[in-house]
């Protein structure tokens, strides 16, 4: 018999100012001795150095490594530095989070996820997107320990990036719809509360998006709670489908595709306007949700040549493939591609 198994993070800790107590948060999950900080070459310097301090002040022995790409020889890069050592820290974007989750799930320790920004749902989640030759893969990996969500250091990010991640929220939306259709069509393992927790948490963004505005705590708090929510609907379902569909395959194939790609959950975004209309839906309600948000909603918003756009709808079906979705398995003709593209205002 399959039992059923939900992994999330043992504490969550958010607000202005709560970077300061990682050292303190670290001691009350048991942590001790040897831990490793994992940021990025901006984000050391924004929050890395107070965990370290904070860390430090803990009488945790700290080293420290700079992450640049979300690859597999990254998580191997961290997983060398493992040994002896009790937690690996992931201080920034997705890219570093889903990097830390999985050395530390592969090097059987834990992780510890410090966002920087609210721009994705990897924050809590059991999943981590490795890049590859060939794209991204979505792997399973153990959740965080746990999460300390500075809400203060998050609004003061690029406005940008909680922007994109509220694109990644409304994602739910598309996501849930393909996974529907997959439960529908092919058999799928589909759980009702999952897709009912993660169309709740789009449902509250969109109803406070008014209120998403640059440089508030408490737009950093609306935000950093609808990504949390949707990283559990995935630790319900044991997978990405309740945040991941054929919006976030338009998405990865972006990332393959175009030169200089948006942020993922920018892309999503626009990926979820194309794909409700796909899905017959109210896709202008999505988009003029995103214009509230100040998320881009069309190529020259994202700074991607419509194009590139085209090339990424038309071989989006390819990407996880045993994820089915409204593209099916044939996808879109060329035709078809810019007719929905252009009906949607994606291009002109
Ligand atoms: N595991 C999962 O379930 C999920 C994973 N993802 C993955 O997450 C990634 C997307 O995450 P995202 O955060 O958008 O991208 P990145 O992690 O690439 O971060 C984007 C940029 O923002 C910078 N940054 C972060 N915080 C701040 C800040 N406070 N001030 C200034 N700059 C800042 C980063 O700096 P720096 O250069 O220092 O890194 C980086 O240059 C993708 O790889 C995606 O696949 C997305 C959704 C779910
Ligand atoms: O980005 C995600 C959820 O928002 C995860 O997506 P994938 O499982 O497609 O990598
Ligand atoms: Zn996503």
Not at 77 to 85: F, S
Not at 122 to 137: D, E, F, H, L, T
Not at 296 to 309: K, R, S
Request: aromatic share 4%; hydrophobic share 40%; glycine share 10%.
């Amino acid at each position: 018999m399959d039992f059923n198994r939900v992994k999330l993070p043992r504490e969550i800790h958010s607000g202005p100012g709560v970077l300061k107590e990682t050292g303190s948060i670290c001691k009350d999950l048991k942590l001790s001795g040897r831990v490793l900080v994992a940021s990025g070459p901006r984000t050391m310097k924004i929050a890395g150095e107070s965990v370290i301090s904070s860390l430090q002040d803990h009488e945790f022995d700290v080293e420290t490594i700079i992450i640049k790409k979300p690859s597999m020889d990254a998580v191997e890069e961290v997983q060398d530095h493992m040994e002896n050592m009790s937690a690996v820290l992931g201080v920034g974007g997705g890219k570093v989070i889903d990097v830390a989750k999985m050395a530390s799930t592969r090097s059987g320790t834990h992780s510890v996820s410090i966002p920087t920004a609210a721009s994705h749902d990897g924050i809590s989640s059991p999943r981590a997107s490795i890049k590859n030759q060939g794209g991204s893969v979505s792997l399973s990996a153990e959740p965080p320990i746990g999460v300390v969500a500075d809400t203060q250091i998050i609004s003061q990010a690029p406005f940008r990036l909680l922007a994109a991640g509220c694109g990644d929220i409304i994602s739910n939306y598309t996501a849930v719809l393909d996974w529907k259709l997959a439960h529908r069509l092919l058999n799928e393992d589909y759980s009702d509360s999952a897709a009912a927790l993660s169309l709740i948490t789009a449902e509250t963004t969109i109803k406070a998006a008014g209120h998403i505005k640059e440089g508030l705590i408490e737009s950093a708090a609306i935000v950093v709670k609808g990504l949390i929510s949707s990283g559990m609907a995935i630790s319900i379902a044991g997978n990405s489908r309740p945040a991941s569909g054929a919006e976030h395959k338009f998405s990865h194939a972006l990332d393959i595709i175009a030169p200089e790609p948006a942020l993922h959950g920018e892309q999503c975004g626009v990926g979820t306007i194309m794909m409700m209309y796909l899905h017959g839906g109210d896709w202008e309600f999505i988009r003029d949700t995103l214009k509230t948000i100040k998320a881009p909603v069309n190529a020259q918003e994202l700074g991607i040549e419509p194009e590139y756009i085209i090339q990424a709808l038309m071989k989006a079906h390819n990407i996880r493939k045993e994820r089915y979705t409204i593209l099916g398995d044939r996808g879109l003709t060329e035709a078809a591609a810019i007719k929905l593209a252009r009906k949607t205002g994606v291009i002109d």
